[in-house]
């Protein structure tokens, strides 16, 4: 019940943000929202905000409405307009995301800006949304996921002790056969020897990792690394959830690490820009996070876990080319290459990002 409110909190807020920060989400939300008595009102008065004279429901200079409400009804109405009523665009943006990305990124970039949502608009939202529904429909505490991570090797060799002392107790009962029917026991004797060996290096490996942090503390040089390293080897639990409640708070970096990447590709094509390069990239990793989401969902309402990693390892590099093409003008071969190159730049802006998170959780 707690994560359902703190996923409709998540998905809220991200979608106020997002209204907030869209610099097209005043002024054209709410043309046609007054009826025209309100309209007729409005002209020819002053602006509340800016103070110039109205010609229409809405001020030409600053874009607010000439009607203002002032009743406790009107936050409940600015509530849902914020969140439900994330324009029409909405429904003209996502489709084209999906099918037409490329289209969708040249358009925005070569100036149809009050037609879709702006690409940190949507990209604030989508993050919002995926952190919110994990946080609700997730696997679990990420603490105890790491926990386990670090104990499974000492599971292991309980297990490999269990079995040497069951392989013992075997190789004994068959010599004490042996010996009652007068047989030679020498392989047998050998056997237990070899195993009870195995078993005694066994335990002592487990105890030399029980005692090594204690005994051998890691030495890296800088004494922040080895205070985070202590931190995450003691409360690993402590340290998912500093993680986990920090990823959607620094998401932006994210545009920042790979808009350079994408640069590079296009390094000697003067015509293309950084803008363009970070439109592109936001539209990219809004469609990555509504992948996550669907992905999620699909897991939660008990769709085959085949078919969700094949929409997995497929949808990113199908959608990464199309935006490519669509967005650049590519042949056919040159989005393919440079499609590639994407993908080996997502997965280290990934891993500097999650190193990041990381290093800022166990740090503090």
Known sequence: MTGDIDAAGGIITGALLAGTLDPHARGMAHVGAQNVAGAQDAAGALCLNCGTR????????????????????????????????????????????????????????????????????????????????????????????????????RAE??????????????????????????????????????TRRNVEALAGSRAELDADRARHPVRTGWPWLDRAIVQMQTNPGLVAYKVQSSAYKYSWALILLSTPFVALLFAWRRRFHLYDHAIFVTYSISFMSLLAIMLEVGLAIGIATGLIWTIFWLAPPVHLFAQLRGAYGLSRPSALWRTVCLLVFAAVVLTLFVAGLVAMGVSH
């Open 54 to 153: 109205l010609i229409g429901p809405h001020c030409h200079a600053c874009g607010q409405s000439g009607h203002v409400h002032r009743t406790l009804g009107a936050i409940g109405h600015d509530l849902l307009h914020g969140v439900f009523h994330f324009e029409g665009r909405i429904w003209r943006t996502l489709p084209m995301l999906v099918r037409h990305p490329g289209a969708l990124t040249r358009r925005y970039i070569a100036g149809e800006r009050a037609r879709f949502v702006s690409p940190l608009a949507l990209f604030l939202f989508t993050v919002f949304l995926t952190f919110a529904l994990f946080g609700a429909l997730g696997p679990g505490d990420l603490g105890e996921g790491m926990r386990a991570l670090m104990d499974g090797t």
């Open 157 to 194: 060799m309980a297990e490999g002790l269990a079995r040497g002392e069951t392989r013992i107790a075997a190789l004994e009962k068959q010599r004490a056969i042996a010996v009652a029917a007068r047989t030679p026991t020498t392989d047998i004797d050998q056997a237990i020897t070899v």
